[in-house]
């Protein structure tokens, strides 16, 4: 931000920033008033909490606050590349080798095929949304309108963090794949400091520049971001096309002859772990507000890099049983060590290049998705509003870009890999989980239309929906190899789906594209992820209740009160052009 005076009139400090750009709010602007909305905390909570904003405001009056309008460059070409560059990272390299030994065997293959069908239903509840509204913030802005501020905020504040621990984990795998090629151990190429603890000893300067050069990137321009991704991704997906030839050359296949050694049950558990190979896509969902026609673009887009990356998948995990003996796959360094067994040592070079570009990709759409997160929840002054500025020249949010990438290189910089890991991924299902639950409400119900037997209905059908799609997830949690549970809790979830299917009133219809098959796929889009999320680490848990208890107080003491005021300040905008517009109606009248 440029120096000089600010809007008020007040000198900035050298920075070029003053108080006015992180808290223009009338609750802070003295001690008094910040007092004063403190004792109207009560109130105002309870005029936050539930509140629901409109599309219209989202797509019009919100995004208004930043200034100057993102450019619209993007088309369907662009969305599939930065859907395939976002989501297919090193996970590939990593990820299959611990699935298939522990868990499925050679049926890593129908593991792959199950993850990522219950990635594509959320893929399809995120299009509806996105074509709909077009706009930065992606699943806080859905969430939103949908479900509220406060569960909006919440689920933006857990995915932002989440955010962060994989940007500083990707670029930390960066530097280790980087010495690979050169065939030195990963803490060679960084510093040791033995006066800091442990985990956080080895400090990583690669990972930190990375990170820049990759923000340099995505501020200078989208379609410029977009044009370096394609690139990078391209070259990506010829390693993976040397790894399938090599794969079908030398292969052997009598490795499938056990194909399931641990049953179902082991088929699902590599599911669960399988599906983190498939995040990432909701960060492209945050390019909305850049595509030239969302109506056509973003369909293809998503829908279409998805179903690319479930082929992909497939192929390359059954390329790798093809190759060697799922009992004998290396758990860390899966394709490496299984080419070295056929006598290709030299092959891990391309393996190692292949998850390089995978994980600059990655970096890429990681940096662009945060920002624009960050961006639009500045426009609702939930986060300072300096973040929602778009640069005039560029088009792109700049600071938010950069504060972000400050952020990733800061963690990177210090953290272990072992800590980050540590850290990731429930709350990436808790998003899916919500925006499905959400369409389901955006089908289902309109403030002021639906009528009170229709919403009744509809939030009993939804507590079924909920109560017993935790209780199957639960039930599967505590190991339980019965089916007297599933007998119980299926049924109910069908009868939930079925009676929300029949007896409520659909309220509203997608004006361009929508999800087929609705309730059931919503519905079974939540069901799945909650699912998941039952095979998700205790350590996840304990960091989502501690990050969300650090949230809950930014927002009780900043974020209710910031948002609070700009709201009342948009509504009293709203109100005297609604009243400006009545006058000038009715003086046209007269004058008639």
Request: proline share 3%.
């Amino acid at each position: 931000m440029e120096g000089g005076e600010n809007e008020n009139g007040g000198k900035k400090r050298g920075c070029g920033c003053s108080k006015q750009d992180f808290l223009p709010e009338e609750s802070f602007q003295s001690c008094r008033s910040y007092l004063n909305a403190l004792c109207n905390t009560k109130s105002r909570l309870r005029d936050r909490l539930l509140a629901r904003s409109a599309d219209h405001m989202e797509l019009h009056e919100i995004r208004g606050r930043s200034q100057h309008e993102m450019k619209k460059r993007l088309n369907w070409w662009d969305i599939i590349w930065f859907g395939i560059g976002a989501v297919m990272g090193s996970g590939i390299f990593v990820l299959t080798g611990e699935a298939a030994r522990n868990h499925s065997g050679p049926a890593v293959v129908v593991s792959y095929l199950i993850s990522g069908m219950t990635a594509l239903l959320s893929v399809l509840c995120y299009t509806e949304f996105c074509v709909e509204l077009p706009v930065a913030g992606g699943s806080f802005t859905y969430l939103r309108v949908e479900l509220g501020d406060f569960v909006a905020y919440i689920a933006a504040g857990n995915i932002l963090f989440e955010y962060v621990v994989a940007g500083a984990s990707v670029a930390r795998s960066w530097t280790s794949y980087l010495a690979t090629l050169f065939n030195h151990d990963p803490n060679s190429f960084r510093f040791h400091a033995s006066s800091f603890p442990e985990d956080y000893s080895h400090l990583d300067p690669i990972a930190a520049v990375v990170s820049l050069l990759i923000c340099i990137t995505a501020c200078m321009s989208t379609k410029g971001s977009s044009r370096f991704n394609s690139i990078a991704t391209i070259v990506h997906l010829l390693v993976l096309l040397f790894i399938l030839i090599v794969g079908l050359t030398k292969g052997n296949p009598q490795h499938f002859s056990n194909f399931a050694p641990n049953g179902i049950r082991g088929i699902l558990k590599a599911s669960s772990i399988l599906f983190f190979a498939y995040v990432g896509f909701d960060g492209v969902a945050t390019l909305g507000e850049e595509v030239k026609n969302p109506g056509r673009d973003i369909p293809i887009g998503l829908i279409g890099s998805m179903l690319i990356i479930i082929l992909l998948y497939c192929l390359l995990s059954a390329t790798l049983i093809l190759i060697q003996p799922y009992y004998q796959i290396d758990v860390n360094a899966p394709f490496t060590l299984a080419f070295q067994a056929i006598g290709l040592k030299w092959a891990k070079y391309i393996v190692a290049l292949g998850a390089l570009k995978g994980m600059t990709t990655v970096l890429l759409a990681n940096i662009l998705g945060q920002a624009r997160y960050f961006t639009h929840i500045g426009r609702t002054h939930m986060a300072p509003p300096f973040l929602a500025t778009v640069n005039e020249k560029t088009r792109t949010p700049v600071n938010a870009t950069v504060v972000m990438t400050l952020v990733n290189s800061i963690v990177g910089f210090f953290t272990s890999l072992d800590v980050l890991a540590n850290l990731l991924s429930l709350t990436t299902l808790l998003i899916f989980s919500l925006v499905a639950l959400a369409l389901l409400v955006r089908r289902y119900y309109v403030g002021g239309e639906t009528t009170s037997s229709n919403r009744n209905k509809l939030i009993l059908f939804l507590m079924l929906i909920i109560g017993s799609s935790i209780a199957t997830a639960v039930y599967w949690a505590i190991g339980k190899n019965g089916w007297i549970g599933y007998a119980v809790t299926v049924p109910i979830w069908f009868i939930a789906t079925l009676g929300l299917n029949l007896m409520v009133k659909e309220a509203k219809k997608p004006k361009l594209w929508g999800v087929p098959l609705v309730p059931w796929l919503p519905s079974a889009s939540f069901a799945t992820n909650v699912f998941i999320m039952a095979s998700v680490d205790g350590a996840s848990y304990v960091r989502f209740g501690i990050w969300t208890l650090l949230l809950l107080l930014y927002y009780v003491f900043i974020a209710l009160h910031a948002s609070y005021d700009a709201a009342k300040e948009t509504t009293d905008t709203t109100s005297a052009a609604t009243a400006t517009c009545l006058e000038d109606g009715g003086a046209s009248q007269l004058h008639h």
